[in-house]
């Protein structure tokens, strides 16, 4: 009797710690797309830094993560840079100075209407395996749209909302001296997953930590809380009164 208890009792806990592995397995299983589309327009002039060491702290992190990520990122202002082509995130350099530097008007609409167009052409042409699971665009500027040649608001927002509808991309925007909640309901982004920010060191520096956050919550398998941005808010609202 004794035997059959103890046989039993490793059964068990050999089925239980197999079911837990599995689910851990599975969770390694994300496949994450996460693409930045980073103004770099004259108007950014002074952040340099903190927008390059913001920018490589979510590297850094993210490089520790479970799951697969890749990393595309695009660099504007009135030209379109790729300056990481859905890269591997564990073969992701830190930027430097020499890759983010400002100049130029904002393009803002051309920089998030191509990299849509670009994005979905990838992934329509994966297979189901390689697929992403999410795709994550963060979209930060601090200025208003004054340069776009190829598109408008209303085609951007009918691609967004597309890809929202049919495969759950998420879209967050972060927008600096404009109303970022009507500029991001203009192109179909929800008050939700767009916020305010001070367009100074604190602001940049709280933007990417609450975006490493973010990421990171996307990469684990989970639903976007609309917290994602709280610090943020906070700062914005307590700093642009005085």
């Known amino acids: 009797m004794k035997f059959l208890m103890a046989l039993l009792v490793t059964v068990f806990a050999f089925s239980f710690s ?11 299983k994300e496949v994450v797309d996460v693409i930045f589309i980073l103004d770099r327009s004259g108007s950014m002039g002074g952040l340099e ?10 590297l850094e992190k993210q490089r520790k993560e479970e799951g697969k990520a890749y990393i595309t990122t695009v660099l504007f202002d009135d030209q379109y840079e790729l ?18 530097y400002v100049r130029g008007s904002t393009a803002l609409l051309d920089a998030i209407g191509k990299t849509i167009a670009k994005e979905k052409a990838i992934q329509d042409t994966l297979s189901k395996g390689e697929k992403a699971t999410k795709v994550l665009f963060i979209i930060i500027t ?3 749209e004054n340069a776009s040649k190829e598109y408008n608001s209303a085609a951007v927002k009918k691609l967004i909302e597309t890809q929202k509808a049919k495969d759950g991309w998420e879209f967050l925007f972060l927008g600096a001296n404009i109303d970022a909640i009507e500029t991001a309901n203009t192109i179909g982004i929800s008050a939700e997953r767009a916020v305010n920010y001070n367009s100074d060191s604190v ?7 609450s975006l490493n956050n973010a990421v990171s919550e996307v990469r684990s398998g989970k639903e976007l809380k609309k917290e994602w941005k709280a610090d943020i808010e906070a700062d914005y609202q307590q700093r642009s009164k005085k």
Do not use: C, M, P
């Open 203 to 209: 602001g940049t520096q709280l933007n990417y930590k």
């Open 49 to 58: 830094s903190d927008t390059i060491g913001g920018f490589n702290s979510v």
């Open 83 to 100: 300056l990481h082509d859905r890269v591997d995130i564990t073969k992701v350099q830190n930027i430097t100075e020499k890759e983010y």
């Open 18 to 28: 197999a079911e837990i592995q599995a689910k851990s397995v599975s969770k390694n």
């Open 142 to 144: 601090d200025g208003l």
